[in-house]
């Protein structure tokens, strides 16, 4: 059994996870969306950069405006010195651009004064203007190669179907879901099993007319078991 020091994960056993991973990754491999900032080539701005913008926003529609974002604005040092006005006006196709107009100035101006470097550590990190548990967590992840799990409402959405629900409304604070996200994700491709979570949750787990019978872990999802 997987168990923190409350027990709260005595539901999911390892082997249920690995299963998991598995059965994910080959999917992935075969499935798995192509964004530009998955590229290999991707620099960590590139991929923070996109993970700000995708922050409530559907990543088709990210997808087809990154480019144009990345090509107006290669750097921090872009961002910093543009104005609150000119990048809203900028994000207005990607909607919320007044909050991330502000957000990801006053970020690129603490980023110039770091060198463009992260602090390794997640207090520093989430001490960072606009960033919160989810791109602390992208910032480990894709900058130090350390396991973090992407968990928003849609990664919520697969893992409670599959191994039970959480007890509180705010997954940042439900135990249970944050100490499972991590666990599952706990492997020598932390990526890939992030984006195959994500990309999972956008084809065939979706929030309305799942798609179960097209599911790689239908067979040990609890979810797909209670409805059938």
Known sequence: ????????????????????????????????????????????YDIIIAEILLQRTQ???IERFYQDFINTFPSW?????????ELANFLKPIGLWRRRSVT?????????KNN????????????LPGI?????????????S????????????????VFGPRKLADIRYDNYLQTLSKEVVKCKKPREINWAILDLAATICRRNSPLCDECPVRDICLYFGLSN
């Open 1 to 44: 059994m997987i168990n923190n020091k409350d027990g709260i994960l005595n539901r999911v056993t390892g082997k249920k996870t690995y299963q998991f991973r598995g059965a994910l990754l080959d999917w992935y491999a075969k499935h798995g969306r192509v964004f530009p900032w998955r590229e290999n080539t991707a620099s960590i």
């Open 104 to 112: 990801l100035i006053a970020l690129a101006r603490e980023m110039v």
């Open 132 to 144: 919160g548990q989810y791109i602390a967590n992208a910032v480990l992840l894709f900058n130090y």
């Open 77 to 85: 040092e872009d961002i910093a010195k543009t104005g609150e006005k």
């Open 59 to 61: 990543a088709e529609t």
């Open 146 to 161: 350390i396991p973090q799990p992407l968990l928003d409402v849609n990664m919520a959405r697969v893992l409670e179907r």
């Open 116 to 127: 463009g470097v992260f602090p390794r550590q997640r207090e520093k990190i989430e001490a």
